[in-house]
């Protein structure tokens, strides 16, 4: 007998005792691969490329095309990634407007 055999989570949906490993089934659900303009597959920690020039809400500012965006994060969302750039803190871009680089 293992230690997973032992451990039991409480599921509020259904109101009984469960084992643990049944949930962790849910959490290791395959992630879909988030790719760029081109078709790259990127990860968290890529450099990435604007294809185009962007209006930045809220910010008044527009990033011109060739820009080089850092360090990205993925998001819960395939179709967006979540950056940094030096003047413009919380930016998120669509993957439909970059290139890996």
């Given at each position: 007998?293992?230690?997973?055999?032992?451990?039991?989570?409480?599921?509020?949906?259904?109101?009984e005792w469960r084992p643990a490993k049944d949930f962790a089934v849910v959490s290791d659900a395959p992630r879909t691969d988030v790719?760029?303009?081109?078709?790259?597959?990127?990860?968290?920690?890529?450099?990435?490329?604007?294809?185009?020039?962007?209006?930045?809400?809220?910010?008044?500012?527009?990033?011109?095309?060739?820009?080089?965006?850092?360090?990205?994060?993925?998001?819960?969302?395939?179709?967006?990634?979540?950056?940094?750039?030096?003047?413009?803190?919380?930016?998120?871009?669509?993957?439909?407007?970059?290139?890996?680089?």
């Amino acid at each position: 007998m293992t230690d997973d055999d032992d451990q039991y989570v409480y599921d509020e949906a259904t109101g009984e005792w469960r084992p643990a490993k049944d949930f962790a089934v849910v959490s290791d659900a395959p992630r879909t691969d988030v790719r760029d303009a081109a078709g790259n597959v990127l990860a968290d920690g890529d450099s990435v490329t604007l294809i185009k020039d962007l209006k930045v809400k809220g910010a008044n500012q527009t990033l011109k095309q060739g820009t080089v965006i850092k360090s990205i994060r993925l998001t819960d969302n395939d179709e967006e990634i979540d950056c940094r750039h030096d003047t413009i803190k919380g930016l998120v871009l669509r993957t439909e407007f970059v290139r890996k680089r």
